[in-house]
């Protein structure tokens, strides 16, 4: 199978996924309540104007936790557009749901996943994807990227098709390491992506370069 690792952009922010979409670093966007608190506008108009941005799948998170109320908003959101992709809560109510929706062909993204057996209920369901939380893990002082791996060789296993985004991306080695053990995706606030470009080695020889061309008096 022919793979390309998936560069998501977390956020709820058009001008700044307008931005990294110039170097083909917006493959997808997820978005969460939280991510659209800061944004500070309206939820439609945010979630129709990164729709129609990005062709890639772009996550939409429901607001509630019954699988009645969870039902009711997943449909509106998939009205808002075709690459809409429903992101459900790893639940119980969330798993029945994603279960239901996957079987009509709507994409599901189950958000929150902490543990494997988290990550095996969400590829029983029918998932699209999976969105284990790297970052706050690490925060809970349990290694997020042994989740990653953990993850991969359990799907790999079974051939499960469930995609493995990472989620709650808090550094450059947070995307390396998802690199190296296989994740299918990563999703990460831009500020994250802008850093990779970034090493103090790169901007110590590009100055040297600088110095010597202006030293020698030529133009290209
Ligand atoms: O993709 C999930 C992400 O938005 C959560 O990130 O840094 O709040 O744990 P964080």
């Known amino acids: 199978m022919v793979y390309e690792m998936k560069f998501f952009a977390d956020t709820a ?3 700044k996924i307008a931005e990294l979409k110039t170097i083909n670093l917006v493959n997808g ?4 309540p939280s991510l659209i608190l800061k944004e500070g506008k309206d939820f439609h108009k945010i979630a129709r104007e990164i729709c129609s941005l990005v062709s890639g799948p772009v996550s939409l998170e429901v607001s509630s936790t019954s699988i009645k109320e969870m039902r009711v908003e997943a449909n509106k959101l998939i009205e808002i557009s075709d690459n809409v992709v429903v992101k459900l809560p790893l639940t119980w109510d969330g798993l029945k749901l994603c279960r239901e929706l996957s079987d009509k062909g709507i994409k599901v993204n189950m958000t929150l996943c902490f543990t ?4 095996l209920l969400a590829a029983k369901a029918g998932s699209h994807f999976v969105s284990p939380f ?7 002082n349990i290694d ?14 079974y051939q499960f098709n469930t995609k493995i985004l990472a989620a709650s991306i808090r550094s450059q080695e947070h995307i390396e390491r998802c690199a190296l053990v296989g994740a299918d ?23 040297k370069f600088l110095e010597d061309w202006a030293k020698s008096n030529q133009k290209i």
Not at 116 to 119: D, G, I, K, M, Y
Request: hydrophobic fraction near 40%; avoid cysteine.
């Open 13 to 15: 922010s058009v001008k």
């Open 144 to 157: 997020g990227i042994e989740l990653i791996k953990k993850i991969r060789i359990t799907y790999d296993n």
């Open 29 to 32: 966007v997820t978005t969460n």
């Open 185 to 207: 995706a990563i999703t990460a606030p831009p500020e994250i992506l802008h850093v990779m470009a970034d090493h103090p080695l790169t901007e110590k020889g590009l100055a």
């Open 116 to 119: 494997l057996n988290q990550a």
């Open 134 to 140: 790297v970052g706050r893990l690490d925060d809970s």
